[in-house]
């Protein structure tokens, strides 16, 4: 069986890249009757060592710059398809939201969301129009479409006239807490000050909202003033963040840190006081699941998947109002009895979700495809 995963460069990709490096394996362990080929980019081929994306995964190199657009769809159209009959794969799972127009194999495609035609301003004019072509391209082939919640399922089935009936929900797991660098180190290191941190884990595009989540956060002025961190891959929208900063009169009050390592990340979930999660639209929200898991306490949007992943453990907000975002902090801030209810009860809606069970139901999903090519 083939994983195409041609889209992911190493700590360039996000949210992709954090399900491809955690459901592969689970997969790995839970199907050892599957024979997994991974179909990698130069770089990916050349990051990953000989097990990272699990016991007995194959990695198969295919020439092409993961990290030009343009180059990397050409290899899904053209040489992908002549890699999977050179390895005699029967089934091709594509996790990238793109997949081969005529792969000569049955499909199953991961398409997180599709926030390219609801919110367009999240991405730049080229690469808008690129997924207006290659989304509805790719959900025309597959056989099946695997989604991460219920709410990605609806716009799919909505905007690409897909049957309800084609889209499998399979709901990713989060990530036990793992080894942290101390708080200490940490707060020299990143200059960090000892000051309150209220976290937010996010790639900087326009619909995850961080400039109104910089507004909100300019008007908290209790004691003592709060260090707002926000790690997260940048993109071309980063300078916009920095001239709001700046204009808000903030920037010594935020950190824009970039992507950071495991162990930085588990650091700054264990060293903050709050996280918050401000997008207009998720397909599911992993950082919020990641702070539940940590006992972090949280206020987030009440847009998309996020109440489907939060459930009651969140303090919810109207991402369009940036009074309310700032009350929602402030209230995890200073009522401490509210933080600690919520980091509780986050604890006990997390372990609804787990790599594990992603691996079953997506393990049932591969079968009933295979089933479906055989009849």
């Given at each position: 069986?083939?994983?195409?995963?041609?889209?992911?460069?190493?700590?360039?990709?996000?949210?992709?890249?954090?399900?491809?490096?955690?459901?592969?394996?689970?997969?790995?362990?839970?199907?050892?009757?599957?024979?997994?080929?991974?179909?990698?980019?130069?770089?990916?081929?050349?990051?990953?060592?000989?097990?990272?994306?699990?016991?007995?995964?194959?990695k198969v190199l295919v020439e092409t710059n993961g990290r030009s657009r343009p180059r990397r769809i050409l290899a899904e159209q053209l040489l992908l398809p002549r890699r999977l009959r050179e390895h005699g794969i029967g089934l091709l799972h594509s996790l990238g939201g793109t997949t081969p127009a005529r792969p000569g194999v049955p499909t199953v495609l991961t398409l997180y969301d599709v926030t390219y035609a609801r919110h367009p301003e999240a991405h730049t004019w080229a690469m808008r129009s690129g997924l207006r072509v290659l989304v509805?391209?790719?959900?025309?082939?597959?056989?099946?479409?695997?989604?991460?919640?219920?709410?990605?399922?609806?716009?799919?089935?909505?905007?690409?006239?897909?049957?309800?009936?084609?889209?499998?929900?399979?709901?990713?797991?989060?990530?036990?807490?793992?080894?942290?660098?101390?708080?200490?180190?940490?707060?020299?290191?990143?200059?960090?000050?000892?000051?309150?941190?209220?976290?937010?884990?996010?790639?900087?595009?326009?619909?995850?909202?961080?400039?109104?989540?910089?507004?909100?956060?300019?008007?908290?002025?209790?004691?003592?003033?709060?260090?707002?961190?926000?790690?997260?891959?940048?993109?071309?929208?980063?300078?916009?963040?920095?001239?709001?900063?700046?204009?808000?009169?903030?920037?010594?009050?935020?950190?824009?840190?970039?992507?950071?390592?495991?162990?930085?990340?588990?650091?700054?979930?264990?060293?903050?006081?709050?996280?918050?999660?401000?997008?207009?639209?998720?397909?599911?929200?992993?950082?919020?699941?990641?702070?539940?898991?940590?006992?972090?306490?949280?206020?987030?949007?009440?847009?998309?998947?996020?109440?489907?992943?939060?459930?009651?453990?969140?303090?919810?907000?109207?991402?369009?109002?940036?009074?309310?975002?700032?009350?929602?902090?402030?209230?995890?801030?200073?009522?401490?009895?509210?933080?600690?209810?919520?980091?509780?009860?986050?604890?006990?809606?997390?372990?609804?979700?787990?790599?594990?069970?992603?691996?079953?139901?997506?393990?049932?999903?591969?079968?009933?495809?295979?089933?479906?090519?055989?009849?």
């Amino acid at each position: 069986m083939g994983l195409n995963l041609l889209y992911l460069v190493p700590g360039e990709t996000g949210g992709m890249e954090t399900y491809a490096r955690r459901l592969v394996p689970a997969v790995a362990a839970a199907r050892p009757d599957l024979e997994l080929v991974a179909f990698l980019n130069r770089e990916a081929h050349a990051a990953f060592a000989p097990d990272e994306l699990g016991d007995g995964v194959e990695k198969v190199l295919v020439e092409t710059n993961g990290r030009s657009r343009p180059r990397r769809i050409l290899a899904e159209q053209l040489l992908l398809p002549r890699r999977l009959r050179e390895h005699g794969i029967g089934l091709l799972h594509s996790l990238g939201g793109t997949t081969p127009a005529r792969p000569g194999v049955p499909t199953v495609l991961t398409l997180y969301d599709v926030t390219y035609a609801r919110h367009p301003e999240a991405h730049t004019w080229a690469m808008r129009s690129g997924l207006r072509v290659l989304v509805p391209l790719a959900a025309r082939s597959a056989d099946r479409i695997v989604t991460i919640s219920r709410a990605s399922a609806d716009d799919i089935a909505d905007v690409l006239g897909v049957p309800r009936a084609r889209i499998d929900v399979v709901y990713p797991g989060g990530l036990l807490p793992g080894p942290a660098t101390l708080e200490p180190e940490l707060r020299h290191r990143l200059e960090l000050g000892d000051a309150p941190i209220v976290l937010s884990v996010s790639a900087r595009r326009r619909h995850k909202n961080l400039a109104r989540l910089l507004r909100a956060f300019a008007g908290i002025t209790a004691e003592p003033r709060p260090l707002l961190v926000l790690p997260g891959y940048t993109t071309e929208f980063e300078d916009e963040l920095v001239a709001e900063s700046d204009r808000l009169g903030i920037r010594d009050r935020v950190r824009l840190l970039g992507w950071v390592s495991s162990a930085d990340l588990e650091g700054l979930y264990a060293a903050a006081a709050c996280f918050v999660f401000p997008s207009l639209a998720e397909g599911f929200g992993l950082p919020v699941l990641e702070a539940l898991e940590r006992g972090v306490p949280v206020a987030c949007s009440n847009a998309s998947s996020l109440p489907e992943v939060a459930g009651d453990a969140a303090r919810y907000f109207d991402p369009l109002d940036a009074g309310d975002m700032r009350r929602a902090v402030e209230e995890l801030l200073h009522d401490r009895a509210l933080a600690a209810g919520l980091a509780d009860a986050g604890r006990l809606q997390a372990k609804r979700f787990s790599w594990e069970r992603s691996a079953e139901e997506l393990g049932a999903v591969y079968d009933r495809v295979l089933g479906e090519a055989e009849a």
